[in-house]
């Protein structure tokens, strides 16, 4: 059973700067997608970020790119969202997720195709 625990959230003024960690556990974390979605207080779940099994393709939603970084370091199971510049919009519950599944550009976007969640880490950004 693959297992996924996030850290690193926290509160931050608009402007900062925080660094999310995902750490895996119970399988092989270099063959999985892993992504980063998100969800604010009454609304769904969206899409941040995902990578494939090698770091090789990543793609980020439009809300992010230029701002937040997503990389990862398979020796050690550990997936990074670096967030910079971070916004009051960007204050939700962070979840970083796992997918067995040869996933697409356009198919890592979407959280029904990650089988693995992690609990979530709560990022609040005040203006």
């Known amino acids: 059973q693959v297992q996924v625990v996030e850290s690193g959230g926290g509160l931050v003024q608009a402007g900062g700067s925080l660094r999310l960690y995902c750490v895996a556990s119970?399988?092989?974390?270099?063959?999985?997608?892993m992504g980063w979605f998100r969800q604010a207080p009454g609304k769904e779940r969206m899409f941040v970020s995902a990578?494939?099994?090698?770091?090789?393709?990543?793609t980020y939603a439009d809300s992010v790119k230029g701002r937040f970084t997503m990389s990862r370091d398979n020796a050690k199971n550990t997936l990074y969202l670096q967030m910079n510049s971070l916004k009051a919009e960007d204050t939700a519950v962070y979840y970083c997720?796992?997918?067995?599944?040869?996933?697409?550009?356009?198919?890592?976007?979407?959280?029904?195709?990650?089988?693995?969640w992690g609990q979530g880490t709560q990022v609040t950004v005040s203006s």
């Open positions: 119970g399988g092989t974390f270099s063959r999985y997608v």
């Open positions: 990578m494939n099994w090698s770091g090789g393709r990543t």
């Open positions: 997720a796992a997918s067995s599944n040869p996933l697409t550009a356009q198919t890592m976007g979407v959280a029904s195709n990650y089988r693995y």
